[in-house]
């Protein structure tokens, strides 16, 4: 059950907020041209529901090698320096989402009156485990 978890949890949870997403969206549109009542909470629950989806979708981008990278100029240089340049970028991966901590505090959630470090949470979170999967893909290997 763990290794299923290990390997899914960030696209099903990524997918379950992109679900929900679109839900606020069609909810505020049903509310808003059906029934004349107009809702304000369910546009920043989509606005957040979005950025906790891209940013889960960024800690498992990184974890499954799959962001864009310049591999066929790593590629031209020998095995050993292609190994360096990789954990090179991993360090690089792991400085930038330490890097991006101190940010999670720094908003409120106007409308929906919640606790303002549950909505910024996402970035230095998923930054947290951006940094964190690049060590894990060389323990693995």
């Not at 020998?78 to 360090?91: E, V």
């Not at 908003?107 to 060590?135: C, D, E, H, K, Y």
Request: no cysteine.
């Amino acid at each position: 059950m763990w290794p299923f978890i290990e390997k899914h949890f960030e696209e099903i949870l990524a997918g379950i907020l992109v679900m929900f997403m679109a839900s606020m969206v069609f909810f505020q549109v049903v509310m808003r041209y059906v029934f004349s009542l107009p809702t304000s909470w369910s546009d920043e629950l989509a606005i957040y529901a979005m950025l906790w989806s891209v940013y889960i979708s960024v800690a498992w981008a990184v974890r499954e090698r799959a962001h864009i990278r310049v591999m066929n100029f790593i590629d031209l240089f020998p095995a050993k320096i292609t190994l360096g340049l990789t954990i090179f970028s991993d360090f690089i991966w792991f400085v930038f989402g330490i890097n991006q901590t101190p940010s999670a505090f720094s908003n409120t959630a106007v409308f929906i009156g919640i606790l303002s470090s549950l909505t910024t949470f996402p970035p230095p979170l998923m930054s947290n485990q951006r940094a964190v999967w690049p060590l894990s893909v060389l323990i693995h290997k």
